[in-house]
């Protein structure tokens, strides 16, 4: 098999370039002085090459060639090989990942992905919509309250804000059952199909609890977070449930790695169906290239993978909805949360207008 | 009980440090506009408080208060209520942690410590030595091999290198029992007790069938990289593994957390027996001082938990070691591989030099 093409980007002088270079590759590769190494076999088989450097604004960037037998085929390990040592030197970026054909066949991918979402929500032709439930600490019977408005109002999905894990003022095995209920109920009223995606949380044993649970009231979404659950976890999470996962991004930024790559390639390589980001313009400083170039990791064909769906989030209002749809498309999920929930006495009617700006 | 207190630096004017403080507040626990919350629990019980601002080198700090109950009492929660939301901020950085006492209660910290591990080991008075199987990619046999010429030369921890997972070409369920045999046998030959750690990778499942062989052979330690496996299921497996684990950094430098805090405190809180960490003056670029805020994190009394053992690593050497055991102390480990497996030929020699250098 060809070998795994990893782009780095490197704070230091370019006339160091070839000896950090060299150094980079043993270090994500053998992790010990390559002159020490007799084996032939290891020499070209499993020693990283460095394929290429290049100047890059004042810096470097260095492609290493990883061999894909290195990672064992399984996320841990080809985080390990991208980024395990290197992420303990503060100059090295991760920026970009190629993989060769055939080696996404290790990892499940999204099994959904932008087209079973629409299928399940009922949505075609255009961009769908997504709100929270929050804060936590709110009770359980509120939370629904709240989730029955949302899908009276006809938004396609509603979450649980990601801090609404399995605390024990609310704790999965009755918040969940409760919320499902009072959105299974909305829709009879409406002949609507919003969904419900609850947060899943906690070691791997919390998580095959929940997702007993959520499949006995038949939740038809998860909101996880690869990297505070693990990136291993989330891919067996998918095994265990038959829906589609929304991966959600907390945890996630502190890595120099590059969002497109973590948040659009790699989640979608795991498994994800749908990636939350933070858009630009709101609470956080992604920039637009990042926000869409993210977006365009998510869904462009890649090496066969079901296309993921963007779901820019973070701080969004309404009145944001035009730009939003003129910059993501119709192959997207607007998210808006504290938005909708500002509005307090006239939630329903404001989420009504979030559905229609969408539509429209 | 009393609230977790977390201190973050933020890169930012001072001038704006009142409003960025109370937007960190409420990212990191309701995560909505507070002014949108009308339930005055939610306000009182679960809303971060913004304890203290202070300058800091030209930014300035803030100490959050944070709701125990809002981590739900587990690893993955914890992590999204420190670090979930602001790590997608990189002006914000998480520099340290104090916890209520009782609240490590619902944690395990580490269940040897350092004084289990020097029983397993049979070592009182002394620092103890550690080395690494090496390269991956190097054939069951030979690392067997390897393994036997450390434990005839008396090196206390024979681990894994990090990189060497489940990969075809070593497999855990043959290399890991081929490995331990030969540590047991040059044992029986020279009447120590060197202990073997062999690296533990993937998934939930992977994870547990790896415990089930380890402990079919006799394993005593498990090396383990909380940050590629996860938080949570880094705690899960203490539970399955009834030896000391030994905490590796791989791919826990990403992030904005200060080293002392994430590789030393929280690693402690979650289980960790021992915790590996590039010493400086090696292949990375810790400073000193973080080097020894890690080895006091890991070791000062703290909330009734076992103390961890400090494992300086990183392009450590022989020549080195005095000053290693000047600067940690005998409660430490020192970690060195491709040092001794660069004398190739004379690697008996070699291990026993490092060996001897520690016990004189």
């Known amino acids: 098999m060809e070998r795994i093409l990893a782009t780095y980007r490197i704070t230091a002088g370019e006339s160091e370039s070839r000896v950090r270079a060299e150094a980079l590759a043993a270090e994500q590769s053998v992790e010990m002085p390559v002159a020490a190494i007799d084996d032939p076999r290891v020499l070209t088989e499993v020693l990283a090459q460095v394929r290429a450097i290049r100047p ?25 090989m991208l980024f395990g040592n290197c992420s303990l030197q503060p100059e090295v970026e991760l920026v970009d990942v190629e993989l060769p054909d055939g080696y996404q066949k290790a990892f499940p991918g999204p099994r959904f992905g932008i087209d079973g979402i629409r299928r399940l929500a009922g949505v075609e032709g255009r961009a769908l919509t997504c709100t929270a439930l929050k ?14 408005t949302f899908a009276l109002a006809g938004i396609d999905v ?3 804000d990601h ?3 399995n605390q024990a003022y609310g704790p999965f095995a009755e918040r969940v059952p409760a919320v499902q209920k009072a959105i299974h109920q909305a829709n009879r009223e409406t002949g609507g199909r919003t ?3 609850p947060t899943f949380s906690g070691g791997p044993r919390a998580l095959l609890d929940q997702a007993h649970i959520a499949k006995d009231c038949g939740v038809q979404l998860a909101l996880v977070a690869p990297m505070l659950v693990g990136l291993p976890a989330f891919v067996e999470l ?25 948040l659009g390639k790699l989640f979608r390589l795991l498994g994800a169906d749908a990636t939350i980001f933070p858009n630009h313009g709101g609470r956080f400083s992604y920039s637009k290239a990042t926000c869409l170039g993210i977006a365009e990791a998510a869904r462009k064909p890649w090496l066969g993978l079901r296309a993921t769906l963007p779901v820019p989030a973070g701080g969004m209002t309404v009145e944001r909805v035009p730009e939003m749809l003129a910059g993501y498309g ?6 808006i949360g504290g938005g909708l929930l500002s509005a307090k006495g006239k939630l329903l009617e404001k989420s009504r207008e979030f559905v229609t700006a969408v539509r429209s």
């Open 163 to 165: 801090g609404i894990a």
């Open 195 to 197: 969904l419900y995606a």
């Open 330 to 335: 119709k192959d997207s999920m607007l998210l």
């Open 158 to 160: 509603v979450k649980d």
């Open 238 to 262: 998918q095994v265990e449930l038959d829906v589609p996962l929304v991966a959600h991004p907390a945890f996630a930024g502190a890595g120099r790695i590059a969002p497109p790559l973590l």
């Open 135 to 148: 804060p936590q600490g709110t009770p359980v019977a509120r939370l629904a309250e709240l989730a029955r």
């Open 56 to 80: 890059h604004a004042g810096d470097f960037e260095v492609v290493l060639a990883i061999a894909p037998e290195t990672t064992g085929g399984e996320a841990s390990q080809l985080a390990n």
